[in-house]
């Protein structure tokens, strides 16, 4: 009997110590997708930030990740100038506001979470729906249903209505990375 007992305490340590391994090589695995923008300590801490506000929303992680690397390049300080003398605030941008308070990382990915989840459930879980109007509200929406929507950028010309399949691409690719290609992003709301 102490034999067994001693093999499952030995098989729980094991599984234990693997538990505790897996958020740190996720951590590193974000790193390695965004080492740029990110240092091994800021992308634990954005992807537990992101999987806590995933999971009180229902909205899938690593869309998440890669909004707030599209909107921010991770930065928790962004400011980003919008009409009316307002500015989107924060990690995830998610909405203009008169001025930006500050707030921690897991309550910017809430916020944000919360913002597409709203997006989620308006477009009755069409992806394609929510992120577009995540990234440009009822009007972007609109404009899509009707084409193209061409924006020059710099040299190169960009559809904005490409906006949600560059939101689930990137959300795939940081998955792929994250979890070894065990899994696909979603493409509708979870």
Known sequence: MRVVVAILAGLLAIGASRAAAAPAAAARDLWLWDHTDLTPTSAAAH???ARSAANATKVDP???LYIAWHESRFNPRERTPESGGRESCGVMTPFPRARCARRSL???YLIGAKHLRGWFDACRGNARCALLGYAGGYRLIRACRRGPMRRRRGRNVIDL?????LYLHGAR???????????????ESP
């Open 47 to 49: 992807l537990t930030a």
């Open 62 to 64: 690593y869309l998440l």
């Open 106 to 108: 897991a309550d910017q």
């Open 161 to 165: 209505c490409d906006t949600a399949w």
């Open 173 to 187: 690719e940081i998955r792929h990375t994250v979890e070894g290609g065990a899994a696909t992003a979603t493409t």
